[in-house]
Protein backbone atom coordinates (compact mmCIF):
# COMPACT_ATOMS: atom_id res chain seq x y z
CA UNK A 1 0.00 0.00 0.00
CA UNK A 2 0.80 3.68 -0.82
CA UNK A 3 -0.23 6.13 1.38
CA UNK A 4 -0.24 9.82 0.15
CA UNK A 5 -0.06 12.40 3.03
CA UNK A 6 1.29 12.09 6.06
CA UNK A 7 -1.43 14.10 8.20
CA UNK A 8 -3.39 12.51 10.90
CA UNK A 9 -4.99 10.62 8.07
CA UNK A 10 -2.58 9.27 6.59
CA UNK A 11 -0.23 8.17 9.57
CA UNK A 12 -3.35 6.46 11.16
CA UNK A 13 -3.67 4.20 7.92
CA UNK A 14 0.17 3.62 7.96
CA UNK A 15 -0.47 2.68 11.50
CA UNK A 16 -3.18 0.20 10.81
CA UNK A 17 -2.35 -1.41 7.28
CA UNK A 18 0.77 -1.98 9.18
CA UNK A 19 -0.11 -3.58 11.90
CA UNK A 20 -2.09 -6.01 9.65
CA UNK A 21 0.89 -7.03 8.21
CA UNK A 22 0.92 -4.81 4.90
CA UNK A 23 3.77 -3.52 3.31
CA UNK A 24 3.44 0.05 3.64
CA UNK A 25 4.57 3.41 1.70
CA UNK A 26 3.85 6.78 3.60
CA UNK A 27 5.05 9.74 1.75
CA UNK A 28 4.09 13.18 2.31
CA UNK A 29 5.43 16.70 0.03
CA UNK A 30 5.95 18.61 3.45
CA UNK A 31 6.84 17.01 6.93
CA UNK A 32 4.53 14.68 9.03
CA UNK A 33 1.82 16.48 10.05
CA UNK A 34 2.63 19.68 8.77
CA UNK A 35 -0.60 20.33 6.85
CA UNK A 36 -3.97 20.75 7.90
CA UNK A 37 -3.38 18.25 10.94
CA UNK A 38 -0.94 21.03 12.25
CA UNK A 39 -3.65 24.35 12.15
CA UNK A 40 -6.46 23.09 14.50
CA UNK A 41 -7.82 23.74 17.26
CA UNK A 42 -5.97 21.26 19.09
CA UNK A 43 -9.49 19.12 20.64
CA UNK A 44 -9.39 15.43 20.46
CA UNK A 45 -13.80 16.32 20.74
CA UNK A 46 -17.09 14.36 20.16
CA UNK A 47 -18.46 17.22 17.89
CA UNK A 48 -20.95 18.56 19.88
CA UNK A 49 -22.09 21.28 17.24
CA UNK A 50 -22.69 18.38 15.17
CA UNK A 51 -25.73 17.51 17.08
CA UNK A 52 -27.33 20.86 15.47
CA UNK A 53 -27.28 19.03 12.41
CA UNK A 54 -28.98 15.48 13.51
CA UNK A 55 -25.43 13.68 12.76
CA UNK A 56 -25.75 11.20 15.85
CA UNK A 57 -23.55 8.81 14.02
CA UNK A 58 -20.66 11.12 13.90
CA UNK A 59 -20.86 12.24 17.01
CA UNK A 60 -21.36 8.68 18.46
CA UNK A 61 -18.00 7.53 16.76
CA UNK A 62 -15.92 10.61 17.53
CA UNK A 63 -16.94 10.24 21.14
CA UNK A 64 -15.75 6.23 21.05
CA UNK A 65 -12.50 7.81 19.13
CA UNK A 66 -11.96 10.18 22.22
CA UNK A 67 -12.82 7.77 24.75
CA UNK A 68 -9.56 5.85 23.12
CA UNK A 69 -7.13 8.27 22.81
CA UNK A 70 -7.76 9.56 26.51
CA UNK A 71 -6.59 5.46 27.47
CA UNK A 72 -3.94 4.94 24.67
CA UNK A 73 -2.03 8.19 24.48
CA UNK A 74 -2.92 9.81 28.18
CA UNK A 75 0.82 11.79 27.63
CA UNK A 76 -0.76 13.40 24.62
CA UNK A 77 -4.67 13.37 25.13
CA UNK A 78 -5.81 15.31 28.32
CA UNK A 79 -9.79 16.08 29.63
CA UNK A 80 -10.20 19.63 29.08
CA UNK A 81 -12.92 21.63 30.61
CA UNK A 82 -15.44 23.78 28.92
CA UNK A 83 -18.20 26.67 29.74
CA UNK A 84 -20.33 27.22 27.27
CA UNK A 85 -21.90 30.72 28.68
CA UNK A 86 -25.19 31.31 27.30
CA UNK A 87 -26.98 34.82 26.68
CA UNK A 88 -30.32 36.33 26.45
CA UNK A 89 -29.62 37.70 22.91
CA UNK A 90 -27.76 34.20 22.18
CA UNK A 91 -29.40 32.13 19.24
CA UNK A 92 -29.21 28.92 21.47
CA UNK A 93 -30.87 29.59 24.39
CA UNK A 94 -30.39 27.54 27.72
CA UNK A 95 -33.05 24.33 26.91
CA UNK A 96 -31.20 24.12 23.65
CA UNK A 97 -27.82 23.94 25.18
CA UNK A 98 -29.20 21.56 28.11
CA UNK A 99 -30.77 19.63 25.83
CA UNK A 100 -27.28 18.75 23.66
CA UNK A 101 -25.78 18.60 26.74
CA UNK A 102 -27.93 15.73 28.03
CA UNK A 103 -27.67 14.23 24.04
CA UNK A 104 -23.76 14.82 24.38
CA UNK A 105 -23.74 12.62 27.66
CA UNK A 106 -26.14 9.86 26.19
CA UNK A 107 -23.95 9.41 23.48
CA UNK A 108 -20.94 8.72 25.60
CA UNK A 109 -22.55 6.53 28.21
CA UNK A 110 -19.14 4.63 29.00
CA UNK A 111 -17.34 7.58 28.76
CA UNK A 112 -14.29 7.99 31.68
CA UNK A 113 -14.76 11.94 31.76
CA UNK A 114 -17.69 14.18 34.15
CA UNK A 115 -21.34 14.63 32.74
CA UNK A 116 -22.18 17.95 32.26
CA UNK A 117 -23.12 20.45 34.49
CA UNK A 118 -25.61 23.12 34.02
CA UNK A 119 -24.38 26.48 36.46
CA UNK A 120 -26.39 29.62 36.89
CA UNK A 121 -25.51 33.03 36.36
CA UNK A 122 -23.57 33.81 40.02
CA UNK A 123 -22.02 30.26 39.66
CA UNK A 124 -20.77 30.68 36.17
CA UNK A 125 -19.39 34.41 37.08
CA UNK A 126 -17.74 32.96 40.10
CA UNK A 127 -15.94 30.54 37.76
CA UNK A 128 -14.99 33.06 35.42
CA UNK A 129 -15.35 36.42 36.81
CA UNK A 130 -14.06 37.96 33.51
CA UNK A 131 -16.74 36.98 31.57
CA UNK A 132 -18.86 39.59 30.29
CA UNK A 133 -22.11 40.03 33.07
CA UNK A 134 -24.66 41.77 30.52
CA UNK A 135 -27.49 39.47 29.65
CA UNK A 136 -25.91 36.40 30.94
CA UNK A 137 -28.08 33.60 32.05
CA UNK A 138 -25.86 31.10 33.26
CA UNK A 139 -23.66 28.05 31.64
CA UNK A 140 -22.89 24.46 30.77
CA UNK A 141 -19.71 22.91 31.89
CA UNK A 142 -18.82 19.59 30.09
CA UNK A 143 -15.83 18.28 29.41
CA UNK A 144 -13.91 17.09 26.37
CA UNK A 145 -9.92 16.79 25.72
CA UNK A 146 -7.37 18.52 23.99
CA UNK A 147 -4.60 17.28 22.30
CA UNK A 148 -1.76 20.35 23.21
CA UNK A 149 0.41 18.82 20.57
CA UNK A 150 -1.13 17.77 17.42
CA UNK A 151 1.78 17.14 15.50
CA UNK A 152 3.06 14.25 18.01
CA UNK A 153 -0.03 12.69 17.92
CA UNK A 154 0.71 11.99 14.14
CA UNK A 155 4.32 11.52 14.95
CA UNK A 156 3.69 8.50 16.89
CA UNK A 157 1.33 6.78 14.72
CA UNK A 158 4.26 7.50 12.23
CA UNK A 159 6.70 5.96 14.40
CA UNK A 160 4.28 2.79 15.36
CA UNK A 161 3.69 2.34 11.51
CA UNK A 162 7.87 2.71 11.36
CA UNK A 163 8.47 -0.20 13.79
CA UNK A 164 6.12 -2.71 11.77
CA UNK A 165 8.08 -1.95 8.52
CA UNK A 166 6.63 0.56 7.38
CA UNK A 167 8.65 3.13 5.09
CA UNK A 168 8.41 6.84 5.48
CA UNK A 169 9.49 9.11 2.47
CA UNK A 170 8.76 13.44 3.38
CA UNK A 171 9.37 16.27 1.19
CA UNK A 172 8.95 14.14 -1.39
CA UNK A 173 5.87 14.78 -3.91
CA UNK A 174 4.22 12.16 -5.87
CA UNK A 175 4.43 13.65 -9.55
CA UNK A 176 2.49 11.21 -11.02
CA UNK A 177 -0.23 8.17 -11.05
CA UNK A 178 1.13 5.22 -12.78
CA UNK A 179 -1.72 3.60 -14.35
CA UNK A 180 -1.98 0.21 -16.41
CA UNK A 181 -5.24 -0.66 -17.55
CA UNK A 182 -7.49 0.39 -15.41
CA UNK A 183 -5.42 0.12 -12.25
CA UNK A 184 -2.98 1.96 -10.43
CA UNK A 185 0.39 0.24 -9.83
CA UNK A 186 2.41 2.75 -8.54
CA UNK A 187 3.20 6.62 -8.46
CA UNK A 188 6.64 8.26 -9.62
CA UNK A 189 8.17 10.59 -6.81
CA UNK A 190 10.48 13.23 -6.48
CA UNK A 191 12.83 14.04 -3.49
CA UNK A 192 14.36 16.92 -2.21
CA UNK A 193 17.43 16.32 -4.67
CA UNK A 194 15.32 16.31 -8.02
CA UNK A 195 15.37 12.96 -8.80
CA UNK A 196 12.59 11.09 -9.89
CA UNK A 197 11.85 7.15 -8.73
CA UNK A 198 9.02 4.92 -8.79
CA UNK A 199 7.46 3.22 -6.49
CA UNK A 200 4.80 0.33 -6.75
CA UNK A 201 1.97 -1.02 -5.13
CA UNK A 202 -1.33 -3.30 -5.29
CA UNK A 203 -3.23 -0.27 -3.36
CA UNK A 204 -2.75 3.27 -3.72
CA UNK A 205 -4.58 5.53 -0.66
CA UNK A 206 -5.24 9.10 -1.32
CA UNK A 207 -4.95 10.82 1.82
CA UNK A 208 -3.95 14.35 0.61
CA UNK A 209 -6.38 16.42 3.13
CA UNK A 210 -7.29 19.49 0.58
CA UNK A 211 -4.42 18.64 -1.81
CA UNK A 212 -6.95 15.13 -2.69
CA UNK A 213 -7.89 16.61 -6.07
CA UNK A 214 -4.75 18.11 -7.24
CA UNK A 215 -3.51 14.75 -6.80
CA UNK A 216 -6.02 13.27 -8.92
CA UNK A 217 -5.25 15.60 -11.61
CA UNK A 218 -2.04 13.16 -11.92
CA UNK A 219 -3.63 10.51 -13.07
CA UNK A 220 -5.19 9.92 -16.79
CA UNK A 221 -8.96 9.97 -16.20
CA UNK A 222 -11.46 12.30 -15.19
CA UNK A 223 -12.64 12.74 -11.88
CA UNK A 224 -15.35 14.79 -10.10
CA UNK A 225 -14.34 17.40 -8.11
CA UNK A 226 -14.37 15.53 -4.47
CA UNK A 227 -12.79 19.17 -2.05
CA UNK A 228 -14.35 22.44 -1.24
CA UNK A 229 -12.37 23.27 1.50
CA UNK A 230 -12.91 26.44 3.92
CA UNK A 231 -10.26 27.97 5.99
CA UNK A 232 -10.15 28.36 9.43
CA UNK A 233 -8.09 30.74 11.42
CA UNK A 234 -6.34 30.75 15.01
CA UNK A 235 -4.88 33.85 16.89
CA UNK A 236 -2.48 33.08 19.82
CA UNK A 237 -1.84 35.34 22.94
CA UNK A 238 -0.55 35.50 26.39
CA UNK A 239 -2.90 35.49 29.31
CA UNK A 240 -4.97 38.33 29.51
CA UNK A 241 -6.77 40.69 31.98
CA UNK A 242 -9.88 38.16 32.78
CA UNK A 243 -8.77 35.46 30.99
CA UNK A 244 -10.64 32.02 31.74
CA UNK A 245 -9.11 29.08 33.59
CA UNK A 246 -11.36 26.72 31.66
CA UNK A 247 -11.72 26.53 27.94
CA UNK A 248 -14.67 28.74 27.07
CA UNK A 249 -16.94 27.93 24.38
CA UNK A 250 -18.70 31.23 22.88
CA UNK A 251 -21.23 32.40 20.12
CA UNK A 252 -19.61 34.99 18.04
CA UNK A 253 -22.20 38.01 19.01
CA UNK A 254 -21.52 39.60 15.47
CA UNK A 255 -23.07 36.25 13.18
CA UNK A 256 -23.74 33.87 16.00
CA UNK A 257 -20.71 31.15 15.05
CA UNK A 258 -19.39 29.24 17.48
CA UNK A 259 -15.53 29.87 18.24
CA UNK A 260 -12.78 28.77 21.41
CA UNK A 261 -11.13 30.48 23.88
CA UNK A 262 -8.55 27.60 25.05
CA UNK A 263 -5.69 27.61 27.62
CA UNK A 264 -2.61 26.40 25.20
CA UNK A 265 0.81 26.02 26.20
CA UNK A 266 0.72 29.00 28.72
CA UNK A 267 -1.18 31.12 26.31
CA UNK A 268 -4.38 31.20 24.29
CA UNK A 269 -5.65 29.92 21.72
CA UNK A 270 -8.36 31.78 19.83
CA UNK A 271 -10.43 30.72 17.19
CA UNK A 272 -11.65 29.36 14.64
CA UNK A 273 -13.14 31.07 11.35
CA UNK A 274 -14.85 29.24 8.46
CA UNK A 275 -14.82 30.23 5.41
CA UNK A 276 -14.51 28.94 2.07
CA UNK A 277 -11.32 28.63 0.28
CA UNK A 278 -10.79 28.11 -3.43
CA UNK A 279 -7.14 28.98 -3.64
CA UNK A 280 -3.82 26.99 -3.49
CA UNK A 281 -3.46 25.28 0.21
CA UNK A 282 0.29 25.65 0.09
CA UNK A 283 -0.65 29.75 0.24
CA UNK A 284 -3.40 29.69 3.18
CA UNK A 285 -2.89 32.89 5.11
CA UNK A 286 -4.92 34.68 8.10
CA UNK A 287 -6.29 37.34 6.87
CA UNK A 288 -6.50 41.22 8.65
CA UNK A 289 -10.57 40.56 8.72
CA UNK A 290 -10.33 37.29 10.55
CA UNK A 291 -7.51 38.77 13.39
CA UNK A 292 -9.65 41.27 13.73
CA UNK A 293 -12.97 39.46 14.08
CA UNK A 294 -11.15 37.61 16.62
CA UNK A 295 -10.20 39.87 18.70
CA UNK A 296 -13.34 42.11 18.56
CA UNK A 297 -15.23 38.43 19.70
CA UNK A 298 -12.95 37.75 22.32
CA UNK A 299 -12.97 41.73 23.76
CA UNK A 300 -16.78 41.54 23.33
CA UNK A 301 -16.78 38.18 26.11
CA UNK A 302 -13.99 39.78 28.23
CA UNK A 303 -14.10 43.04 28.78
CA UNK A 304 -10.68 43.78 30.59
CA UNK A 305 -9.39 42.26 27.66
CA UNK A 306 -8.26 44.89 25.22
CA UNK A 307 -6.32 42.73 22.98
CA UNK A 308 -4.94 44.25 20.13
CA UNK A 309 -2.91 43.28 17.25
CA UNK A 310 0.38 43.82 18.91
CA UNK A 311 -0.91 41.11 21.70
CA UNK A 312 -0.91 38.76 19.07
CA UNK A 313 2.39 35.89 19.40
CA UNK A 314 1.74 34.32 16.05
CA UNK A 315 -1.28 33.51 13.60
CA UNK A 316 -2.19 29.89 12.01
CA UNK A 317 -4.57 28.67 8.79
CA UNK A 318 -5.46 25.68 7.55
CA UNK A 319 -7.76 24.19 5.19
CA UNK A 320 -10.36 21.46 6.42
CA UNK A 321 -10.84 18.81 3.32
CA UNK A 322 -14.72 18.90 4.02
CA UNK A 323 -16.76 16.87 0.59
CA UNK A 324 -17.19 19.61 -2.55
CA UNK A 325 -21.02 21.47 -1.58
CA UNK A 326 -21.79 24.84 -3.16
CA UNK A 327 -25.63 24.78 -2.11
CA UNK A 328 -24.50 24.86 2.00
CA UNK A 329 -23.27 27.25 4.44
CA UNK A 330 -19.71 26.23 5.99
CA UNK A 331 -20.59 25.11 9.01
CA UNK A 332 -23.12 23.12 8.01
CA UNK A 333 -21.09 20.91 5.77
CA UNK A 334 -20.91 17.36 6.90
CA UNK A 335 -17.80 16.53 8.72
CA UNK A 336 -18.03 12.86 8.28
CA UNK A 337 -15.33 10.63 6.66
CA UNK A 338 -15.47 9.09 3.45
CA UNK A 339 -13.76 6.53 1.93
CA UNK A 340 -14.20 6.88 -1.90
CA UNK A 341 -12.72 3.66 -4.66
CA UNK A 342 -12.70 5.29 -7.78
CA UNK A 343 -14.42 3.20 -10.52
CA UNK A 344 -12.26 3.80 -13.10
CA UNK A 345 -9.11 3.33 -11.23
CA UNK A 346 -10.48 -0.16 -8.99
CA UNK A 347 -7.31 0.13 -6.60
CA UNK A 348 -7.16 3.96 -6.24
CA UNK A 349 -8.83 5.19 -2.48
CA UNK A 350 -9.40 8.84 -1.06
CA UNK A 351 -9.59 9.40 1.73
CA UNK A 352 -11.26 11.94 3.93
CA UNK A 353 -11.70 12.81 7.74
CA UNK A 354 -12.74 16.37 9.03
CA UNK A 355 -13.52 16.77 12.63
CA UNK A 356 -12.59 20.15 14.48
CA UNK A 357 -9.48 18.86 16.02
CA UNK A 358 -8.16 18.73 12.50
CA UNK A 359 -10.25 22.18 11.92
CA UNK A 360 -10.12 20.68 12.67
CA UNK A 361 -7.28 19.59 10.71
CA UNK A 362 -9.90 19.07 10.37
Not at 88 to 93: A, D, E, H, L
Request: with cysteine; aromatic share 8%; charged share 25%.
Amino acid sequence: MIIVGAGINGAGIARDAAMRGLKVLLVDKGDVGSGTTSASTRLIHGGLRYLEHFEFGLVRESLRERETLLKIAPHLVRPLPITIPIYKQSKRGRATIRAGMIAYDLLSVSKSLPRHRMLSRRETLKQSPGLNAEGLLGSALYFDAQVEFAERLVLENVLAAQLRGAEILTYTRVTNLVVQGDSVSGVELVGEEGVSRFARAEVVVNAAGPWVDRLLERAPVESPRLVGGTKGSHIVVPAFSGAPENAIYLEAQSDHRPFFIIPWNGNYLIGTTDVRFEDDADEVRTELWEIDYLLAETNFAFPSADLTRECILFTYSGVRPLPHMDDKEEQSITRRHFIREHPQLNNLFDCRWQTDYLSQPG
